[in-house]
Structure formats: structure tokens, C-alpha cells
């Protein structure tokens, strides 16, 4: 069965040090890769993308990510954390192969940076 | 643009009752997805449709849930009767086809139905 796991429900990290998110896959072929961000009460935000070459993407607010294609894996980075980026942040895949446009998500990983 | 609109923000109703909540999508994307979210089952893919035409609706739970996109600028979720189980978070979400659109194959959500069903 195709899924997404993030094995961290909550991250907490200090300001101005640097956040990692995990992400794991299980989705057959070469899938899409996405992550997003919800802040309190609002819709989730693309943050960036991966189809295929460099394993290391820039997204929006100076998030990027690592992909792994080997591990299935994918882990979101920031060098230096606000405050300002405590929020929900979610990896999702969608499966090429499945002839849908579907995205997999995963459950989320709550982020919380400590002033 | 406006961004994908969803009315209303909040509802509150009761067990038994018929609740439809709407969602406007942003103008010239091709798709429109809905998602309920909750604690419990996270984020879940209730149906898409691709102009206008609904292509996956294996995420609806029960009949209670319809949902309909009569144009390219609106859609309903429509649950009837109502359950407190029924009780989430429902996003509405929109795209352009994929490849298509810069970023493609980026879905806009919007921010979002809250639903109480007492």
C-alpha cells in the first residue's frame, strides 16, 4: 500500500538554530514530491517541490529539501529557525504510476521554535 | 487573485441536519479537490474533480456526502444527514492540470471549513 510517514509528531527547536522535518515514502515508481506548511487556521501552503534531478531543492521562506530517492526519504531544512515558522508542516507524494492526480499525505509534524 | 474561497469559515448545526459548504477555486485551474482534515485520520482526500467532471470519489465515506461542481468557478460538499463524526476540517483545493501552470502540480487550498455537528 502507497504511504507517507512522518515519524516525528511534534519538533521543537530553539530560534536562530537550525529545524529538520523527516519525511519517509512507500509509493511506487518515481513519484512527486511535495512539502507544505498550515499555519493556525489557515489552508495548507506549497513550500516546495521535487520531480527529478538535484537532490537538494530551495522553497519558499528559506525552507529547501534533501531528497533521498534510494531511502525514500526526504528531510525538510531551515539553517536558522524563526519563531515565525511554528506551524504544521506536511510531506506528500503523488504516485505517477497510479494514472490519478492524488496526493498521499502524511499526518504532519507539528514545528515549534522556542524564542 | 483572491486565492480558492470557502464559505462559510465556521458552522455549527445539528445532528440530523443538511450542511453544504461551498468552495470557489481560483480562475483558469482545471482541478478541485476536497479534503476533510482531523486529529484522528490527519488529511484526507474526499473527492476531485478535472473540469468539472468528479474522476475520483473512492475518498467519500458514506452517501451522506455528495458533491457536485456545476461550472468552473464553484463547487459543494453537500453531507446529509449530518453526524457528529462528521465533525473536521473540510479544504477545498484547486490546480492546473498537471505539467501545466508554474509551479505545476501545486495544489492552492483554501482556508478551510471549520464543522461542528453537535
Known amino acids: 500500500a502507497q504511504s507517507v510517514a512522518q515519524p516525528e509528531d511534534q519538533v521543537n527547536v530553539a530560534e536562530g538554530n537550525p529545524l529538520t522535518v523527516k519525511c519517509t515514502y512507500s509509493?511506487?515508481?518515481?513519484?512527486?514530491l511535495f512539502w507544505y506548511v498550515q499555519y493556525p487556521n489557515r489552508g495548507l501552503q506549497f513550500l516546495l517541490k521535487y520531480i527529478t534531478g538535484d537532490n537538494l531543492v530551495k522553497g519558499s521562506y528559506g525552507f529547501e529539501a534533501e531528497f533521498n530517492k534510494s531511502q525514500t526519504s526526504s528531510h525538510l531544512k531551515k539553517p536558522s529557525a524563526l519563531v515565525s515558522d511554528s506551524a504544521l508542516y506536511f510531506c506528500?507524494?503523488?504516485?505517477?504510476?497510479?494514472?490519478?492526480?492524488?496526493?498521499?499525505f502524511g499526518t504532519g509534524t507539528r514545528l515549534k521554535v522556542l524564542a | 487573485d483572491a486565492g480558492v474561497i470557502q464559505s462559510p469559515r465556521h458552522e455549527v448545526t445539528e445532528m440530523g441536519q443538511e450542511v453544504t459548504l461551498r468552495c470557489k477555486p481560483i480562475?483558469?485551474?482545471?482541478?478541485l479537490f476536497w479534503y476533510r482534515q482531523t486529529m484522528m485520520r490527519g488529511l484526507e482526500l474526499l473527492i476531485y474533480f478535472n473540469n468539472n467532471v468528479p474522476i475520483d470519489d473512492s475518498g467519500m465515506p458514506e452517501d451522506r456526502f455528495s458533491a457536485k461542481m456545476p461550472n468552473a468557478s464553484f463547487s459543494t460538499l453537500k453531507i446529509q444527514p449530518s453526524e457528529p463524526r462528521d465533525s473536521a476540517v473540510y479544504f477545498c483545493a484547486s490546480s492546473f492540470a498537471p505539467g501545466q501552470g508554474a509551479p505545476s502540480d501545486t495544489q492552492y487550498f483554501g482556508p478551510g471549513t471549520r464543522l461542528t455537528v453537535l
Open positions: 506528500a507524494v503523488r504516485d505517477l504510476t497510479s494514472g490519478t492526480y492524488k496526493y498521499i
Open positions: 509509493v511506487s515508481g518515481n513519484p512527486y
Open positions: 480562475s483558469g485551474h482545471d482541478y
